[in-house]
């Protein structure tokens, strides 16, 4: 006979839930004092899948650690600044999510970040290979298409690299795409699913709308006007910020959402699946966005392109040239 409480504590350890050994998550936000980064860490502390985590900053961050640390939830924080103290907080954790690094301001574009971001991650990739090799690397700072070369590139020198875990956060795109189509629809934003696929800047971002879930049939027109909303909508952003930077909160609550489907995969919790960029031989472009089941290893499985109609093909046909040049970009950054 099996208690309830028993039976109750087994099903939570196969939903990877279980509160003993597999729930120790050790997560470090690099970047942790800005705008993406304080409300990134304050949605990881509330979280009772991490158990510790690692603010670095190049400034402020013991600041935001000791206000975090007040926070009645049961994960340790800890933060340190300045480049001496960089290892120190990487050392040993699982996961690595990094929104370091300058944000755009009206007029730029992503790739206008890439001469003062690119040096940012390869830094903090250069550090991760020696302190926490084993880690997932999520990459939240602009250009996102040629960042993840930047450390993939880096990893490789070193002789860490693992395609399986570094990746490239486009989930701001997938969380736009449901609250655009729940506004237009209709419909609960939460109910909606749907694969943005690509990278993460203008054309190469493709919602695949006649996937979206439950079924909605949008007119042509409709169709136009949100697969362009979704592609601009870090620009609508950063419009109406008027100068004072780009997303942050719903960056910060995407970033989130990633990070704990990375470490509900790592735990073992079956089903559990992200669109990200990541090394892919799914199309031409040598890093792509596709739907990814997440398991302990980091990627378990790439579930491929979505099935396209023409419109869709004719967005990938436009992203593809984009996408090798933002990865060349990137690659000959660290070559
Ligand atoms: N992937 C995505 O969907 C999105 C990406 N972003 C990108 O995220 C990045 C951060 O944006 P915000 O938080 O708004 O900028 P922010 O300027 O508010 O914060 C960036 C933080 O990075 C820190 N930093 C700078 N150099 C560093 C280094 N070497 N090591 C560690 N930290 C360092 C700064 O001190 C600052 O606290 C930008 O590149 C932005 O374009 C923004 C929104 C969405
Ligand atoms: O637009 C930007 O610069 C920031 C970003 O990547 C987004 O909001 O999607």
Known sequence: MIFPAARVALRQAARGFSTTSQNNAKVAVCGAAGGIGQPLSLLLKQSPLVTELRLYDIVHTPGVAADLSHIDTNSKVVGKSGPENLEEMLAGVDVVVIPAGVPRKPGMTRDDLFNTNAGIVRDLATAASKVCPKACLAIIT??????????????????????????????????????????????????VEIPVIGGHSGVTIIPVLSAVKPSVSFPKDKIDALTVRIQEAGTEVVKAKAGAGSATLSMAYAGARFALSLIRGLNGEQNVVECSYVRSDVTEAKYFSTPLVLGRNGIEKNLGLPKLNDYEKKLLEKAIPELHANIKKGEDFVK
Do not use: H, M
């Open 142 to 191: 602009n250009p996102v298409n040629s960042a993840v070369p930047i450390a993939t590139e880096v990893l490789k020198k070193a002789g860490t690299y693992d395609p399986k875990r570094v990746f490239g956060v486009s989930t701001l795109d997938i969380v736009r795409a449901r609250a655009f189509i729940g506004e237009a629809a209709g419909v609960d934003p939460q109910k």
